[in-house]
């Protein structure tokens, strides 16, 4: 179920379903158009979203809020949500985004197959008909050639409170304008040198009604249309146009877009006066962005960090990506899970980075297996071994998962030697310490209770060892073991059958909520101890651990096993998360 604040958006579908809106279908386009196939599959009487990233770069958490609410409302009403990809920047764009993004979505559970259609579009597939209806807007009147050079326009274009200057080029004939837009398209003129726009008014208090530009010159070649063409529409004229031929019945974005809602509306209201179209038209909504305490959610500002070298890629886990994400060790439900939380609502708020590490805890809690290690190793020698154990290995055992016996038990073993954290031991305790130091008993966690008698030092006086003899009788899970009672609980790993694995140990890749706040340089607010890597030694069960295997390693927190870096022989996890929010105390 989505949560309570997505209510507008279904109180919105609920009340057009009912005055059944979609029943009646009707496409007004050119036949072999790839939209005629769009407007053709699934159930006409349905609602139809749609998720419309640019392929310039990977997706960000935010966009994952964008992917459940729009696949999700489709989800939720038997509908369709379309996978589009707006791609009418041609510089910025790559195929390499392209699989990526779908990459991306798959992987977040969504699937833009419905009754065995694949709702998978380009923009792209559109440019013939958006040329034709550029065209059919100049002749009706609509639309002019401008030659205004660039700075020429801004100055014309006037202000929130100045009205804007009508070009000296917006009344002339259409016929002139037909036969330059030609020109432009047959590549007669350089970049930049003229422009179409639609003509509506300069004088409207919406800037963005103020004769907006619909057709640039680019002499850049496209991902997919090739050289093709070297005029492309501008994102505000393509995007209405993609959602009407696709039948699009609820274009959802962000509240930026909220001033661009009068454009689309004009633009498609005129499209249908002339035939090009059918009723009923989509109509856009706008919800609020995600804006995530600690992290940054803009494509040019991350990509700045990949190229930059701020990072190690886009999948890097300390990226706010879908792929750095699901390298941290996110799973797809828990992300999921934080959007379905959160919502989506109609103004802008920040939402606290520990609502999304929060909802990860909780899927990792219920499915991680358990596991131990010891990430800043000191050893621990047991002197009296032979007087309590016969065998120089005592086998141990512990639950995969506290809560579901159905995983099952793991095994290890506890002998003579083993590595402790550096951070059980202290020679002059503080105050309500309860671990190692001199004179005082501690249980090792599924071993037993043993009692610290010193440690041994080396020349500079830096600890190598710590001293302990085992309590007879203690042994976890044998009669009797809890009749020493002790305050203190240690993990521990045997030293001959631990494995040496590399931990990076990630943190929040900015130490401040906002980053990009104010305008201020976001590079200045880099965590410099976002990542460092340890030896450490874990229980030796994790020689059968799989890349991308998520785990929680008693005490510390979760770990998932590099996807990239991580093999049976060379031992590497990432720390996801640790167990409790360490930053908010
Ligand atoms: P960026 O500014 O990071 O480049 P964008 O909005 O330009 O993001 P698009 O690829 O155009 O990126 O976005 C695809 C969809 O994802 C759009 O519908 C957009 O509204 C949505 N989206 C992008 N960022 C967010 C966000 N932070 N919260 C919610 N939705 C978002
Ligand atoms: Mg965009
Ligand atoms: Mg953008």
Redesign the pocket.
């Known amino acids: 179920k989505p949560a309570a604040s997505t209510n507008f958006l279904k109180n919105i579908i609920e009340a057009d379903l009912a005055a059944n809106k979609f029943a009646v279908r009707r496409w007004g386009g050119q036949p072999g158009d790839a939209a005629t196939h769009a407007a053709g599959e699934a159930d006409p009487a349905k609602i139809r979203t749609r ?7 990977y ?5 994952a ?3 459940c ?2 696949f999700g409302l489709a989800r939720d009403y038997g509908g369709v949500c379309h996978m589009r990809f ?1 791609d009418t920047n041609p510089e910025k764009e790559e195929q390499e985004y392209v699989d990526g993004i779908l990459d991306a979505v798959k992987w977040l559970g969504f699937d833009w197959t419905a009754n065995g259609q694949e709702h998978l579009f380009h923009a792209s597939d559109y440019f013939d008909f958006m040329y034709h209806a550029a065209e059919h807007l100049i002749s009706q009147g609509h639309a002019y050639v401008d030659q205004q050079t660039p700075d020429e326009m801004r100055a014309n274009r006037g202000t929130l409170t100045e009205p804007g200057k009508p070009s000296p080029w917006r009344d002339r004939l259409a016929d002139e304008s037909i036969a330059l837009f030609r020109e432009m398209r047959d590549g007669m003129y350089p970049d930049g040198s003229m422009i179409l726009r639609a003509k509506i008014d300069m004088a409207s208090p919406n800037i963005n009604l103020r004769d907006p530009a619909i057709y640039r010159i680019r002499h850049a070649e496209h991902h997919r249309a090739g050289n093709h063409w070297c005029v492309y529409p501008m994102y505000t004229f393509a995007h209405p146009i993609e959602d009407a031929l696709e039948q699009i019945t609820h274009s ?3 509240l930026e ?1 909220e001033d661009q809602r009068p454009f689309y509306d004009w633009l498609l209201a005129r499209l249908a006066e002339g035939g090009l179209l059918a009723a009923p038209l989509p109509h856009q909504y706008e ?5 995530l305490t600690y992290v940054i ?4 500002k ?1 990509k700045q960090l990949v190229d930059d070298k701020h990072v190690d890629g886009w999948d890097d886990p300390r990226m706010p990506t879908i792929v750095g994400l699901r390298r941290r060790g996110y799973t797809p439900e828990a992300i999921r899970l934080f959007c379905e939380r959160i919502g989506a609502s109609k103004h802008d708020s920040w939402i606290d980075y520990s609502t999304l590490e929060g909802a990860l805890r909780e899927d990792l809690d219920e499915k991680a297996p358990r596991a131990m290690a010891v990430l800043d190793p000191l050893k621990l020698k047991l002197t009296n071994w032979e007087h309590c154990f016969t065998s120089r290995t005592e086998p141990c055992h512990a639950p995969v998962h506290p809560h579901h016996p159905e995983m099952g038990q793991r095994r290890f073993d506890l002998t003579s030697e083993l590595w402790i954290e550096r951070e059980d031991f202290l020679e002059m305790p503080t105050k309500g310490y309860q671990r190692l130091y001199p004179g005082n008993m501690t249980r090792l966690k599924y071993g037993c209770v043993i009692k610290c008698t010193g440690c041994e030092k080396d020349a500079d006086g830096n600890i190598t060892a710590v001293l302990a003899e085992v309590v007879p009788d203690t042994k976890s899970g044998t009669p009797g073991a809890d009749s020493v009672k002790v305050k203190g609980v240690i993990t521990w790993v045997c030293a001959r059958e631990a494995l040496k694995a590399e931990v990076r140990l990630y943190d929040r890749l900015f130490s401040e909520a906002h980053p990009d706040a104010g305008g201020r340089d976001f590079l200045e607010a880099l965590n410099p101890g976002s990542k460092r890597i340890v030896t450490a030694y874990v229980e030796p069960g994790l020689v059968s651990s799989h890349a991308g295997e998520s785990y929680q390693f008693e005490r510390h927190g979760y770990f998932v096993a590099d996807r990239k870096d991580h093999t049976s022989k060379t031992l590497v996890f990432n720390r996801t998360t640790t167990l409790r929010d360490t930053w908010s105390k």
């Not at 959610?297 to 040019?300: D, I, L, M, V």
């Open positions: 998720f419309p990233p640019e392929p310039n770069g997706l960000h958490i935010g966009h809020k964008s992917i609410l729009n707006d959802i974005c962000t877009f919800f609020a962005r995600l804006n959610t803009s494509k040019r991350l």
